[in-house]
């Protein structure tokens, strides 16, 4: 299908989306569908409902609606959504409020509202999200406000709605002059939310104050017209231009709210409160919208010292939007970043974003009180990894214990930004962690507003991210060294549990050669389980907690093999990386290979950038690399 046709099948496909009739027939549409004459704030929870959600095994929530572009913020989202969205849609006293995310710069407050604004311009084209307003009328507004008041409470009982909000000043006008008072004969539209088209979507940015108008809120005069209409109060001579006429019926963003001159403020108490707001020479102007506003910690608290803020703080809900504080999902930020730009044609070799994630990470997380736990176990714990003596419960005595945790640190679009300069740097199409870190090593260099006492800790955090980087470089170049890794890893792994059945069961083996009657092999187990730390006093616990693994297994009807064990899979690696150590040195660190030497390098090469995602270069300079460091 060439453009043409596709252009044609795009606006045939936007032509079927139409509807006109009178409102008689919309009155017909809601009895069949109640739904249409919802609110907007109950339009946005079905919405994000709609798109489906996903609960994990400690109950909480995940929205998939926003989960495409906004990693490690379940928990915030997931409180964002049941304490605003949900209940506003219940209609609690909670959609009387502004919502206001705070949060630090580059944290995903204006993602959400973007994810939000585009949901909804795709939503009211479906025919769940479908809704109508009064054809011609500025503010697109719900036909139900057509109904009298003495009629209202026997309609909407009948039609199982609630019907709030009067007709604006144009539409009563109109009413009348061009309808004679017969509501039933009044047109109505679908309407299609658009920001575009300034249609149920509105973005209000603060600017100069000098040169800001309330006009630009709620609409202006239009002078030309006085002299043909006579009086500022005619509705024919007003704009009903204002963002939050254009965002009726839908949702308005707030950019920089707090930024704003009081008197634009003022005009949301009573839009806000009573769902309505002053303009012009009219009456209290019916609006049925969301608004949502995004600032940072710090104009959040000078706002709130300021006691003249009391009413309008009153009338805000204020949601954290933290920094994530999972390394995987801060590499799924990166990698989206990276997609988005320039960058995308180059080849990040493997596990340096990963590195970068774990320095910006560590920067965002608070010291805990716990006994035993530094930042770096802090780290592994909130990723899902296992750390020894630590439990899941503890993840969430943790997140308790510094609520504030993620209001502060490195943010993702400053390693971007490090990563381009090492690029442009490298002038090369690849790069790798040590390139990474050494850009945002400098980047903390040329930091002016960085402190000499920061600027000591987040080098630290640089060094504890390399040596994180150290130990996976050596690993991933072990795992390329071992032929038949996996089979390796598995021989290796039936031994130990063999030996480990025979030492809890008292036992004695067989010897696979002779056939002659042994003990279990304690140096082999000890060999293992000292890979990961266990000690000798806690080797017979350990011993258990696998064949109890391996029973629950069985009971289950499930094989227990080299992944079903974290920290035994962790030790069976370690005991085949130590044995193999001295083999990867010297085939890594020698100047002048010989042939085997040579053919095994090619081999390990080949195997990085076939298994492993890196490309020629940056698999030379990783075996150079480990070289050095086996060498150290």
Known sequence: MDIVDRLAAYRAKEEELAWNGSFVDYI????????????????VFRMIESAG??????????????????FGLELALERLVEEYFHSAAKRLDVRKRILLLMGPVSGGKSTIVTLLKQGLERYSRTPEGALYGIRGCPMHEEPLHLVPSELRAELASELGVRIDGNLCPSCRMRLQSEYGGHMENVAVERILLSEDDRIGIGTFSPSDPKSQDIADLTGSIDFSTISEYGSESDPRAYRFDGELNKANRGLMEFQEMLKCDEKFLWNLLSLTQEGNFKAGRFALISADEMIIAHTNETEYRTFVSNKRNEALQSRMIVMPIPYNLRVSDEVKIYDKLVQQSDLCDVHIAPHTLMTAAVFSVLTRLKESKKQGMDLLKKLYLYDGRNVEGFKDKDVQELRTETPDEGMSGIDPR????????????????????????????????????????????????????????????????????????EESAKTLLDNYLDNVEAYCNWQRMKDPITGEEMDPDEKLMRSIEEQIGVSENAKKAFREEILIRISTYARRGKRFDYHSHERLREAIEKKLFADLKDVVKITTSTKTPDTNQLKRINEVSRRLM????YCASCANELLQYTGSLLNR
């Open 53 to 70: 959600i996903d609960e994990d095994a400690s109950g909480h929530k995940r929205y998939r609606f926003f989960s495409r572009e906004l």
């Open 414 to 485: 400053y390693v971007i930004n490090r990563i381009s300069s090492a690029l442009i740097r490298r002038d090369t199409s690849c790069i790798n962690a040590l390139d990474v870190l050494r850009a945002i090593k400098d980047g903390l260099d040329q930091h002016a507003s960085i402190s000499k006492e920061d600027r000591e800790r987040l080098l630290n955090f640089v060094a504890i991210a390399r040596k994180e980087y150290d130990d996976m470089a050596k690993k991933e170049v072990q795992k390329a060294f071992v032929y038949s890794y």
């Open 610 to 613: 076939e298994e492993y995602g």
């Open 28 to 43: 017909e549409l809601v009895r069949k569908r109640p739904s249409i004459a919802e609110t907007a704030h109950s339009r």
